[in-house]
């Protein structure tokens, strides 16, 4: 998390003590700044059934808005800011910044906003895993709202019209929208949504 290159212990003058208590008094300001930053980056996921992930991209914005924040340069020494390590000078997002951070990389020179952001997403995974295992009938009514999947199944629907299936608790439900994407009902079969399609179909359309 720090460079190495700053513990500089054959210099008679050098302070390892109030060296670690600095460092670790701008890891805790550090860590606070970038979970506020973090939850908006992954509440938009934090549902029950759906895993936390960021791309590298994310993650490097992350680091520059945690680390461009005034509060942070101005309370800590600036040799214990830059020693730091950085996500934007390491070789870790590799060539596409927009594939999904690895998170298993155990390296011990892991850059800070890696460490702590990682940290921050075991314990809210974590913590995701008691709540289903405490409130599981909950649980499963949330996914039902979240994963619903829609999938097309019928391809020759009169004029655009579509059908498309989607899955509720292992049940099928069957949706139909107009040409003009206009949601004109829920079947539950695909035998009655069909039969919609050829009756709607006739009637005339509505601005």
């Not at 390491?90 to 298993?104: E, F, K, M, T, Y």
């Not at 702590?116 to 295992?133: D, G, N, W």
Request: proline residues 5%; glycine residues 6%; contains cysteine.
């Amino acid at each position: 998390m720090f460079d190495a290159g700053l513990l500089n212990d054959d210099d008679p003058n050098f302070d390892s003590i109030h060296f670690e208590r600095s460092a670790q008094r701008a890891v805790i300001d550090l860590q606070r700044i970038v979970g506020t930053i973090a939850h908006h980056y992954l509440l938009p996921r934090a549902h029950p059934t759906v895993n936390f992930t960021l791309s590298w991209r994310a993650l490097l914005e992350l680091e520059e808005q945690a680390f461009s924040d005034l509060g942070f340069q101005s309370r800590h020494d600036q040799a214990i800011v830059a020693g730091l390590l950085r996500l934007s000078e390491s070789r870790l997002p590799g060539s596409n910044i927009d594939d999904a951070v690895d998170w298993r990389r155990d390296d011990e020179s892991l850059p800070a906003v890696y460490r702590i952001v990682r940290a921050i997403i075991e314990e809210k995974s974590h913590e995701r895993r008691l709540q289903r295992r405490q409130f599981p009938k909950r649980a499963q009514r949330r996914e039902a709202r979240c994963v619903a999947r829609v999938e097309p199944v019928c391809d020759h629907a009169p004029e655009c019209w579509t059908i498309a299936r989607y899955t509720v608790l292992g049940h099928d439900k069957y949706l139909l929208w107009d040409p003009g994407g206009k949601a004109r009902g829920t079947f539950g079969g695909i035998g009655p949504a069909k039969s919609a399609v050829r009756r709607l179909a006739r009637e005339p359309q509505r601005d």
